[in-house]
């Protein structure tokens, strides 16, 4: 059974940086895209950023490029984002998610929350 575990969630004023990570486990995929994925209370979830294995091209939502980051690990299907210049907005559940690009399939991971103060 696959499993996503995110890690180093926590408050921080605007304009401080946080780095999440997210380590994937139970199975072996051969493509596959990884990325982050937000949801601040009373709103849908959303896209922020993502990653393709293969390639390692990057994708970002508009409100957060420029002061993003995503990138792999130096262990495969683990992933980082570096958030930095933080702002009130930002405030929500990250979740980790994997994707399987052969069978299509979407993994994810319990959430870590995010809370950015003015």
């Known amino acids: 059974q696959v499993q996503l575990v995110e890690s180093g969630g926590g408050s921080v004023q605007a304009g401080g940086s946080l780095r999440l990570s997210c380590a994937a486990s139970?199975?072996?995929?051969?493509?596959?895209?990884m990325g982050w994925f937000r949801q601040a209370p009373g709103k849908e979830r959303e896209f922020v950023a993502s990653?393709?294995?293969?390639?390692?091209?990057?994708h970002y939502a508009d409100s957060v490029k420029g002061r993003f980051t995503i990138s792999s690990g130096n262990v495969r299907s683990t992933v980082s984002l570096q958030m930095n210049n933080l702002k009130p907005e930002d405030t929500a559940t990250y979740y980790c998610?994997?994707?399987?690009?052969?069978?299509?399939?979407?993994?994810w991971g319990q959430g870590t929350q995010v809370a950015v103060s003015s």
């Open positions: 990653i393709l294995w293969t390639g390692g091209i990057t």
């Open positions: 998610n994997l994707r399987d690009d052969v069978a299509g399939g979407d993994y």
């Open positions: 139970g199975r072996t995929f051969s493509s596959f895209a």
